[in-house]
Nanobody, 127 residues
């Protein structure tokens, strides 16, 4: 599976962006999907994830209520809608796929839980 993340950019605080993660090579309909981010000098951190069925979503406390993860199996694409953006949301955002997702009732929140990664897309939020 190859993942291509897009949609990053420069936005003012309070603004919105929608990130996309297009998958190719095979269907991700049985995969759990996640988004992580990494700010300069910091470790990669969990942002959001969705179970393979799309029935459950999980969010880091720092983005809960502002970000929404969703998927479109017909387009083999995952999305991260980001609203009310803050300067502290500035980071490179990575999408990731867990092919064992269909075996889990939940999702992983560690980078090591995911086997496939997109190249990252930069989100910069100005104050």
């Amino acid at each position: 599976v190859q993942l291509q993340a897009s949609g990053g950019g420069l936005v003012q605080a309070g603004g919105s962006l929608r990130l996309s993660c297009a998958a190719s090579g095979r269907s991700i309909s049985s995969y759990a999907m996640g988004w992580f981010r990494q700010a300069p000098g910091k470790d990669r951190e969990f942002v959001a994830a969705i179970t393979w069925s799309g029935g459950s979503t999980y969010y880091a406390d720092s983005v809960k209520g502002r970000f929404t993860i969703s998927g479109d199996n017909a387009k083999n694409t995952e999305y991260l809608q980001m609203n009310s953006l803050r300067p502290e949301d500035t980071a490179v955002y990575y999408c990731a796929a867990d092919p064992k997702g269909i075996l889990r009732s939940s999702v992983g929140v560690r980078p090591s839980d995911y086997d496939y990664w997109g190249q990252g897309t930069l989100v910069t939020v100005s104050s």
